[in-house]
């Protein structure tokens, strides 16, 4: 971003660009990497929220430390003792130090330990040179004894106007003390005018009166206690759910005010498009079915998730009703989250769908001339059925007559990028298919403005899937059992969380193993595939795999999704801590989809802790996607679990927890209801703005 000057008499408000808090005219690089993360308004700095805000200690005896309550004490050093410790930096080795300071209290003759890790050099020299000081940590408790584990020594001055201690996070790499500094700018006057969001101009019960005020204790710029503390934080919680119920309010009225093709499902071609089939829908897929064929009869546009288990059969009652929108002289569009997956779904169509069905597929790596024919091909509609990943939503595609778009693992993609991608046809009907179940919470929080299917039934004549995890005194009898599957004729994954060796992570990688698997197993074809590949070169070990021309496939989880090879029976996991148990759970799914039955190892490492190895028993123990999706949730927070915001804004889901405060989550939405009626003017007015708001982020 280029720096521009700033006017810096200009009166502030909340709604002013942050750049304005510069103090010259050339904004700071804080600023300006804050800006591009996001932090857009002074507004929203508020969302950054301190890691700590807590009254001064005063300096006190030694005695008087309680364990985890922070302390500020006074020390006199009598003995420090270095032990050298080695860490990494860039490609290089360097020698660190731990530290034991034994410290004497300058207000009495107590004597404690003062604990330092992985210290720089330049840490000893600084001990040497003092004879006392002051130091400021949380004391915990070591063998009966207390100590403080890398306190502060000689602490700068941290604290608020208010005189609270105040310690912010790292954001956008910009440290937390220049954090400070940046907020520290905000006028004083600036605390006394209440912020203007969506929410506040409604009369909402919450603690405080004003939003403003809730910030101004948080940020340590009114004095307050550790209840009012509690409550302004409960506050910020109910505001943010309530703007995120808003906006999922906005999205589903918005969608049913709009026109939407009609879809007309001849029962007879649906017939013939079932006979292309070679298997037998099951009870769930045509009940979803039957619900896809209501929603494209209603004018508006169909906004339609269907989740289910791994290989429950999604695609197929996608592919199904992409054939009754091309019957009906519609575009359908695919969007996937990896090229692999979309390679895979082009692969399956073109083996399905009737002939003179015209199916292109647009990826990143598709070459700039074929790029050029494919954009031509769409906007005269030539092309039936497009299958791509992110590129689908580039201002260079634009389409004749998009009537329908599918979306597949939809949690690797926000709501602004669905809406792009709708955006392209007018009311186009949006299908959103996952395999990681979504948990009721979930639905209600980030999907409210979706109809939600579930496919339970899988398809028959399925030998279901064994899950063992591997340690290191099994590992020479999994290794027996890999090599008795690829005797048989059966295919095996193996998959790691790298492609090549990490110089921070002790973790197994693409490179590693397959020169290991190669000199275990050298009479078998063994392949390496990850996602540096080109996209042709992926497509030919797709091939190959599924041809059986290959034996055992080394991977990344680029095949987490999508690929469909029944004579794969075994699926190997390395280093499966470092999977979300979702992850874990689509990767296993991999195999045992065939008449064969399936296995899969989780091959863990030694140093694994007893809270991962209980994570990985539950995937052990159970094959129940939804029971997993709750495991994984609680486990991992809603943000983990599915990898990106929902809404497509960077300063999303900033304190508020669908697990940790369902409580108020469910308030929230108990509230809305009433609100709605007994305010519905200006509900009106705020739900229309959203909808502006969010109609102008789909084109950026």
């Known amino acids: ?25 050339k904004p700071s690089q804080s600023l300006i990497k804050l800006q591009n993360d996001g932090f857009n308004k002074v507004k929203d700095l508020l969302w950054i929220l301190p890691l700590r805000l807590q009254s001064s200690p005063t300096a006190q005896k030694f005695n008087m430390m309680n364990e985890g309550e922070l302390f500020l004490g006074k020390a006199k050093l009598i003995s420090a003792n270095f032990s050298p410790s080695y860490g990494r930096r860039g490609k290089g080795r360097v020698q660190l130090f731990n530290a034991t300071l034994m410290v004497k209290d300058q207000l009495s003759d107590e004597i404690i330990n003062l604990k330092f890790f992985n210290t720089y050099p330049g840490f ?36 608020s106007s208010t005189g609270m201690l105040i310690e912010y996070p790292t954001v956008a790499t910009v440290p937390g003390r220049y954090i400070k500094g940046i907020i520290d700018k905000i006028p004083d006057t600036l605390w006394e005018q209440d912020v203007d969001f969506f929410e506040t101009r409604l009369n909402l019960p919450t603690n405080f009166q004003t939003l403003i005020e809730t910030f101004a204790i948080m940020h340590g710029k009114r004095r307050s206690n550790a209840q009012e503390r509690i409550d302004a934080h409960a506050d910020l919680v109910y505001y943010e759910f ?20 009609k879809i007309n499902w001849d029962e007879n071609h649906f017939k013939d498009f079932l006979a292309l089939l070679p298997y037998e829908l099951t009870k769930d897929q045509q009940a979803v079915l039957n619900q896809i064929k209501e929603d494209f009869a209603q004018g508006h546009p169909m906004m339609r998730m269907a989740q289910g288990d791994v290989g429950c059969g999604k695609t197929t009652v996608a592919l199904l009703a992409a054939l009754m929108v091309v019957k009906n002289k519609g575009q359908v569009a695919l969007m996937c989250p990896t090229e692999s997956l ?20 647009l990826l990143g790596s598709t070459r700039p001339a074929q790029k050029k024919t494919i954009y031509s091909r769409l906007k005269t509609g030539k092309i ?43 009311g186009a009907h949006t299908l959103i298919m996952t395999a990681t179940p979504i948990p009721r919470t979930l639905q209600l929080a980030q999907y409210g403005d979706l109809e939600i299917s579930t496919i339970r039934t899988m398809p028959t004549g399925r030998s279901g899937i064994k899950t063992r995890i591997v340690s290191a005194s099994t590992y020479e009898k999994y290794l027996s059992f890999i090599k008795t599957r690829l005797s048989l004729g059966e295919q095996v994954y193996i998959v790691a969380p790298a492609i090549t060796e990490s110089e921070t992570l002790d973790i197994r990688n693409v490179e590693e193993i397959e020169k290991e698997y190669k000199q275990y197993f050298p009479e078998f074809r063994i392949q390496a595939l990850h996602g540096k590949l080109k996209a042709s070169d992926k497509q030919e070990i797709f091939e190959k795999f599924s041809d059986n021309s290959i034996d055992l496939l080394i991977s990344t989880s680029v095949i987490e999704v999508g690929i469909n090879v029944t004579n794969a029976t075994v699926m190997s996991i390395y ?8 992850s874990l759970h689509q990767l296993r ?38 029971h997993i999706a709750e495991a994984d949730l609680k486990n991992r927070g809603e943000g983990d679990l599915f990898g990106i915001s929902q809404s497509g804004s960077v300063t999303q889901r900033k304190v508020a927890s669908i697990f940790e405060h369902f409580d108020i989550f469910d308030r929230v939405n108990r509230d809305l209801v009433k609100i709605t009626r007994e305010q519905a003017e200006l509900v009106e007015v705020i739900l229309k703005q959203l909808n502006e708001d969010q109609k102008v982020s789909s084109t950026i």
């Open 1 to 25: 971003m280029s720096s521009k000057k700033l006017n810096t008499n200009k009166v502030l408000s909340w709604n002013s660009d942050i750049l304005a808090l510069s103090s010259s005219s």
């Open 124 to 159: 000893q020299k600084q001990i040497e040179a003092k004879d006392s000081f002051t130091f400021l940590g949380q004391p915990t408790l070591y063998k009966g004894q207390l100590q403080i584990n890398n306190p502060k020594l000689d602490p700068p001055e941290t604290k």
């Open 242 to 261: 309530f703007e995120d119920q808003l906006k999922v309010l906005a999205r589903k009225q918005g969608n049913k005010a709009k026109a939407a093709p």
């Open 342 to 361: 979309a390679l895979q779904h082009a692969q399956t169509f073109r083996e399905l769908v009737p002939h003179g069905t015209e199916i292109e597929l």
């Open 384 to 426: 039936d059925i497009i299958i791509g990943t992110h590129s689908l939503i580039q201002d260079s595609v634009d389409f004749k007559n998009l009537q329908f778009v599918i979306i597949d693992e939809q949690h690797k993609f926000g709501v602004e990028q669905r809406q792009r991608l709708s955006g392209k046809g007018y």
């Open 575 to 582: 280093n499966p801590d470092r999977f979300g148990l979702s």
């Open 589 to 626: 799914g991999r195999v045992g989809r065939g008449s064969k039955p399936g296995f899969c190892f989780l091959v863990a490492n030694q140093k694994v802790s007893k809270d991962s190895m209980d994570r990985l028993k539950v995937i052990e123990q159970s094959i129940d996607g939804f």
